[in-house]
């Protein structure tokens, strides 16, 4: 692994340099889009109001995937993406691993930092918004619940994913 870490970088560094350094820079780069999307849509909403910042939710949230299309892989195939994806922007501790149910408690998300230092909570949560559509759009048969959140204040988020087994 630090192999792969240390590409790019000039000289040998341990691989928990590397991981210090990468975090740095990605708190620089979530704060600066945090930021700059709060910057915009507070711009937008000031000129257009309400609709402009409707506007503004509906395109960071996407469209909605359609129904009826094949799930990408199981509950665990998800959980391994997520897990690998929060890993230098997350702190969570799986509280229930199951197979077919999975919970997380996230004690740290860098987004709902940089969004909360900017005053952006609001559309910081269009984020959060998508976790849910993200989950269906992967796999149909895996349900989300959340019922708490950082970006809105919450000292946790709670993510409970469980997977239906379709009839047959």
Request: proline share 5%; charged share 35%; net charge negative.
């Amino acid at each position: 692994m630090s192999e792969e870490l240390n590409k790019g970088l000039r000289g040998n560094i341990s691989a928990e340099r590397a991981l210090e350094l990468n975090s740095a820079k990605l708190e620089r780069i979530y704060g600066t889009l945090a930021s700059m999307v709060t910057r915009v849509v507070r711009a937008v909403q000031e000129k257009y109001g309400e609709e402009g910042y409707e506007v503004c939710h509906q395109a960071i949230r996407g469209p909605e995937r359609p129904p009826g299309i094949p799930p990408k892989g199981s509950l665990q195939d998800f959980c391994n993406g997520l897990e690998k994806g929060c890993f230098f922007t997350h702190e969570w501790e799986r509280v229930i691993d199951e197979p077919n149910r999975r919970k997380y408690i996230f004690t740290k998300c860098l987004w709902a930092e940089k969004f909360r230092e900017v005053g952006g909570e609001d559309i910081g949560f269009w984020i959060c918004e998508g976790d849910e559509p993200s989950v269906r759009a992967y796999n149909a048969n895996i349900k989300f619940t959340r019922t708490k959140t950082l970006m809105e204040g919450d000292e946790e988020c709670d993510h409970m994913y469980e997977e239906e087994t379709p009839d047959c």
